[in-house]
């Protein structure tokens, strides 16, 4: 059933997703939780995937000359 699970969520293209759930199997941080909470995480997880690859993409096509962070400002 997991590999099955992890198929699908790779043919959608859901990394962040499919990360969270090996995560969850892996760790049994799926007890006692309700499915709404596991579902939550879940979508959590594919949310914040899809804003880092956002920012990164955004940087490379901005094409800075120099890579700074906040506090090195």
Do not use: W
């Not at 596991?38 to 594919?46: F, G, I, M």
């Amino acid at each position: 059933m997991m590999t099955q699970t992890c198929n699908k969520l790779k043919a959608l293209r859901l990394p962040g997703m499919l990360r969270a759930y090996r995560s969850l199997a892996e760790t049994g941080g799926h007890k006692g939780r309700t499915l709404d909470e596991l579902l939550a995480q879940l979508v959590d997880a594919e949310s914040e995937e899809r804003y880092g690859r956002t920012v990164e993409r955004n940087l490379k096509r901005s094409r800075l000359r120099f890579r700074a962070s906040i506090c090195e400002l």
